[in-house]
């Protein structure tokens, strides 16, 4: 690797690394976020807020692929994404100085989802950029390699994120924290856009862009080439499906649903669940490097496809092991205590809710909810025609008074029967590094979320350069952003929501896995049937 390689890699990841930390922030810090911008005491339209705040980020990343990538195919890759750093910068910048409710009213959740509606329209054009960049300055048959560091950039940033709100966590009080602490890593956000923009402009323009430049070669319509000619439609509909998706549910699940289970489900503590989420991060992130090199000496297409299907065929047993450990008590409940909804079908309707805005007011729908926010399992029995919706548990009727709006009734008899209660004392807890490290449960979960980061690490660490060698240098730009973001978007963006609505409407706190499952089984059919292998594709004469 020469001096000017080297720049260019770590210039590139570094500074997508910090757009990734930028973006992360409002997930992790959500119970703040709610707690400064939305009025009243409601958790409920809290948590629904935080929801959309959260999905508003995926939901508009394509469009900043379609945006930033035509620019990335006129101008260049260099300048587009120092653009898109920077409006990532500013806009997180802006959170942290972001006056609250009680300041400003109205105003500030509607300030704080446009801001993060900018965030995904700069991450949107940002990872094409940088993948792209770094692939036109790797030397052929090491591309895999190369490009690999910038698939430990969403990981790392996102490891960032979660190591300096532990700091600060640990560092001052709960008070302090809730107050004023949450601020401190969007403002500091602004320190790293300065860093990053510093060592990229010393950076010059890609060789692949700059022979393109020079030929009079490059695309005057890249979004019409890219999209609306179907020789091109056709690998990005393949990229989409045989690639993107099965890797984005992966990654989500490895990562951020991995974390949802652990704290919404299990009922883990956040401090604790964070610790075990960050150090099975940091031991396996420098295998993304692992496979990216890999693929360099036996393909893209081979490790992308096993790590989607050893993903599919082993995440039930994982994460049942990991419930066991982590509450055991509640997965003895889950086979020994019976819960019985009996309605009529017309009552109940689709519990989908996938940016968390539906309000539910009738019964069957609000008790099966609360149950499986409770993670409680339960049984949907139908009912005759207008009959009123009862409750068994163990097969004693559940008396529900006429003002239980919540099925609080229910999930007091679910626990009087045998579910933990929250806080149970059975719950794996372990707030601090030193009780992560010396406590036998918490280094067995470890073990097992390493193992899901290391499917991640498969269908991750060859992506980049699978993506940028599907697509010609004239519309490089454009068409690989566009099936990334839709995948990891939409197809893993919005995994938490949905598998919790699966889990929600079949009653089964394991069954929003067969999201993930199927998604990564599709990508699998597709993928071995239509996917090329690209790993020896030219690209200076791949035009």
């Not at 001096?3 to 997930?27: C, M, N």
């Not at 790293?192 to 950076?203: A, E, M, P």
């Not at 609360?370 to 009959?387: F, R, S, V």
């Not at 999930?411 to 030193?434: E, N």
């Amino acid at each position: 690797m020469t001096k000017e390689e080297r720049k260019v890699i770590i210039a590139s990841s570094a500074g997508t690394v910090f757009e990734w930390y930028d973006f992360y922030l409002a997930g992790s810090l959500a119970a703040n976020i709610a707690a400064t911008f939305v009025p009243g005491t409601n958790d409920t339209a809290k948590f629904i807020f935080v929801l959309f705040g959260f999905a508003a980020g995926f939901a508009v990343r394509p469009f900043g692929a379609l945006f930033f990538g035509r620019l990335g195919d006129l101008i260049g890759r260099k300048y587009t994404f120092l653009v898109t750093m920077t409006l990532m910068g500013i806009s997180t910048f802006l959170v942290g100085l972001l006056p609250s409710y009680d300041a400003i009213g109205y105003a500030a959740p509607v300030i704080f989802i446009a801001c993060r509606l900018l965030q995904g329209l700069a991450l949107g054009g940002e990872y094409g950029g940088a993948a792209t960049y770094v692939a036109e300055h790797s030397p052929h048959g090491r591309r895999g390699f190369y490009t690999s560091w910038i698939q430990t950039t969403a990981t790392v940033g996102l490891f960032l994120s979660l190591l300096v709100i532990l700091t600060l966590r640990l560092s001052m009080s709960p008070e302090s924290f809730a107050a004023w602490g949450w601020r401190v890593p969007f403002l500091l956000s602004i320190i790293l856009l300065g860093f990053s923009i510093w060592i990229r402009l010393q950076l010059n323009e890609s060789p692949a862009f700059q022979k393109m430049k020079a030929e009079g070669s490059r695309s005057k319509a890249p979004l019409t080439e890219a999209f609306g000619r179907w020789s091109n439609a056709k690998i990005a509909l393949i990229a989409l499906f045989g690639g993107t998706a099965g890797q984005a549910v992966v990654w989500y699940t490895g990562q951020f649903y991995a974390l949802f289970f652990l704290t919404q489900t299990l009922k883990v503590d956040g401090t604790t669940a964070n610790l075990m989420i960050a150090a099975s991060l940091l031991i396996g992130t420098p295998f993304f490097i692992l496979f990216g090199w890999m693929s360099d000496k036996i393909g893209r297409k081979p490790i992308l496809i096993a790590g989607c299907l050893i993903a599919a065929a082993t995440y039930f047993p994982l994460f049942e092991n990991i419930a066991r450990i982590a509450n055991p008590k509640l997965m003895s409940a889950t086979e020994s205590v019976t819960i019985d909804i009996k309605a009529d079908p017309a009552s109940c309707g689709t519990l989908f809710d996938p940016v968390g805005v539906r309000v539910f007011t009738r019964p069957c729908d609000v008790f099966r909810r609360t149950l499986a926010t409770n993670a409680m399992h339960y049984k949907l029995t139908p009912a005759e025609a207008g009959a009123p919706i009862s409750v068994t548990v163990n097969g004693t009727d559940v008396a529900i008074p006429d003002t239980d709006k919540t099925g609080a009734s229910v999930v007091a008899a679910a626990q009087a029967a045998g579910y933990p209660v929250k806080g149970d004392t059975s719950i794996l807890t372990a707030p601090s590094i030193s009780q992560v490290l010396s406590n036998e449960r918490s280094l067995s979960i470890i073990g097992l979320l390493f193992i899901l980061v290391l499917y991640v690490t498969m269908v991750y660490g060859p992506i980049a350069a699978l993506l940028v060698e599907l697509f010609p240098t004239r519309i490089r730009y454009t068409g690989m952003s566009l099936p990334y973001h839709i995948g990891n978007g939409w197809f893993g963006g919005f995994l938490p929501p949905t598998a919790f609505a699966i889990v929600a409407a079949s009653g089964n706190i394991f069954s929003g896995l067969w999201y993930p499952i199927i998604i990564a089984l599709m990508t699998v059919v597709v993928g071995l049937l239509f996917l090329p292998e690209t790993k020896n594709r030219d690209l200076d004469n791949w035009h």
